[in-house]
């Protein structure tokens, strides 16, 4: 009867420390649950993307506004500047993403020390008419995000800065960085294969200029002699060529072109594929060993572009000829 009784006793006790343990880590998941409300992603706007008509961005230097038209989002002002699809029609989801890591301020007395007492503004307009508006402050002092309010809410939150950067654009970033007019849609191996002459000039004095054969897809020399080309030589240079983007368009309309080596470029790469003739024209190092100052001939537009993949630039002619 006493073990009986012992027995009952143990189990009640083992239930009471069940009970406990049960209790205090739901106490602790709570907890866990709220600081990571507190210090995780923080939904500040409940909109369908699909259900936004039209995005304004006023980055405090220049005002850009998107339009959605037959499901394709066009840049309807300015409306002469040649824009990357790509970036317009990825608004709608950059907003959905657009989260903030954790709540700054409940109600903050001086907006000012965010810089939200003059914040650049993204204002999003819906089907039913409706608008919502960010405002982005500056960034914070370790230049990994930034401050944002939504209009009409008092608290002051902080959102990762590749998230602001992906929305608040400007006249620069939205320019389309496909400078040479290439065929995107293909892959970069059909848009070498789509080049059909091919020529190089360093400091003003041809390197090579060669022509493919329509029959075979080899190559020939054409100048500054006639000789058959080494096309694993070759090679290097179409792919560069497929891949050329601008990293950043430094200036539209230079006035001093000397300034980034262009007035007498270090080298040009002329080429022609199914659309036309191009040549691109490289300048200075802005950053050595990283990115080179371009443009493309008949454009008045520099830009930079990365150096990786030109490697080839400096080699003589005979690395290009057939042993």
Same mark, same amino acid.
């Given at each position: 009867?006493?073990?009986?009784?012992?027995?009952?006793?143990?189990?009640?006790?083992?239930?009471?420390?069940? !009970?406990?343990?049960?209790?205090?880590?739901?106490?602790?998941? &709570?907890?866990?649950?709220?600081?990571?409300?507190?210090?995780?992603?923080?939904?500040?706007?409940?909109?369908?993307?699909?259900?936004?008509?039209?995005?304004?961005?006023?980055?405090?230097?220049? &005002?850009?506004?998107?339009?959605?038209?037959?499901?394709?989002?066009?840049?309807?002002?300015?409306?002469?500047?040649?824009?990357?699809?790509?970036?317009?029609?990825?608004?709608?989801?950059?907003?959905?993403?657009?989260? !903030?890591? *954790?709540?700054?301020?409940?109600? !903050?007395?001086?907006?000012?020390?965010?810089?939200?007492?003059?914040?650049?503004?993204?204002?999003? *307009?819906?089907?039913?008419?409706?608008?919502?508006?960010?405002?982005?402050?500056?960034?914070?002092?370790?230049?990994?995000?930034?401050?944002?309010?939504?209009?009409?809410?008092?608290?002051?939150?902080?959102?990762?800065?590749? &998230?602001?950067?992906?929305?608040?654009?400007?006249? &620069?970033?939205?320019?389309?960085?496909?400078?040479?007019?290439?065929?995107?849609?293909?892959?970069? @191996?059909?848009?070498?294969?789509?080049?059909?002459?091919?020529?190089? @000039?360093?400091?003003?004095?041809?390197?090579?200029?060669?022509?493919?054969?329509?029959?075979?897809?080899?190559?020939?020399?054409?100048?500054?002699?006639? !000789?058959?080309?080494?096309?694993?030589?070759?090679?290097?240079?179409?792919?560069?060529?497929?891949?050329?983007?601008?990293?950043?368009?430094?200036?539209?309309?230079?006035?001093?072109?000397?300034?980034?080596?262009?007035?007498?470029?270090?080298?040009?790469?002329?080429?022609?594929?199914?659309?036309?003739?191009?040549?691109?024209?490289?300048?200075?190092?802005?950053?050595?060993?990283?990115?080179?100052?371009?443009?493309?001939?008949?454009?008045?537009?520099?830009?930079?572009?990365?150096?990786?993949?030109?490697?080839?630039?400096?080699?003589?002619?005979?690395?290009?000829?057939?042993?």
């Amino acid at each position: 009867m006493k073990l009986y009784k012992n027995t009952i006793i143990l189990v009640i006790v083992g239930l009471l420390l069940f !009970a406990s343990y049960f209790v205090t880590n739901m106490k602790n998941l &709570k907890k866990s649950v709220q600081d990571d409300n507190k210090l995780g992603t923080i939904k500040v706007l409940n909109l369908n993307q699909n259900n936004i008509t039209e995005i304004e961005i006023d980055n405090k230097k220049n &005002k850009l506004i998107f339009k959605k038209s037959e499901n394709k989002w066009k840049l309807t002002e300015p409306s002469d500047i040649k824009y990357d699809q790509a970036l317009a029609d990825g608004l709608p989801l950059s907003i959905f993403y657009f989260t !903030a890591n *954790k709540v700054i301020s409940e109600k !903050a007395d001086d907006l000012g020390q965010y810089g939200l007492d003059n914040p650049s503004i993204i204002s999003i *307009k819906t089907e039913d008419g409706k608008l919502n508006i960010l405002e982005i402050g500056d960034e914070t002092s370790d230049k990994d995000s930034y401050y944002f309010k939504v209009k009409g809410n008092d608290e002051v939150y902080i959102i990762d800065k590749d &998230k602001v950067d992906a929305l608040l654009l400007t006249t &620069k970033s939205i320019r389309d960085k496909n400078v040479l007019s290439l065929r995107r849609e293909l892959q970069s @191996r059909m848009i070498a294969d789509d080049i059909l002459t091919l020529s190089m @000039r360093k400091n003003g004095d041809l390197v090579f200029s060669t022509i493919k054969s329509e029959n075979d897809g080899s190559w020939s020399l054409t100048g500054p002699v006639k !000789a058959n080309v080494n096309k694993d030589k070759i090679n290097p240079i179409l792919n560069a060529i497929s891949k050329v983007m601008a990293l950043e368009f430094i200036d539209e309309n230079p006035e001093n072109l000397e300034k980034y080596g262009l007035k007498n470029p270090s080298y040009s790469i002329e080429f022609k594929n199914s659309i036309g003739k191009k040549e691109l024209l490289i300048g200075d190092e802005k950053e050595i060993g990283s990115k080179f100052y371009a443009m493309v001939k008949g454009s008045k537009e520099v830009f930079t572009l990365n150096e990786a993949g030109f490697n080839f630039l400096d080699k003589p002619l005979k690395e290009f000829l057939s042993k």
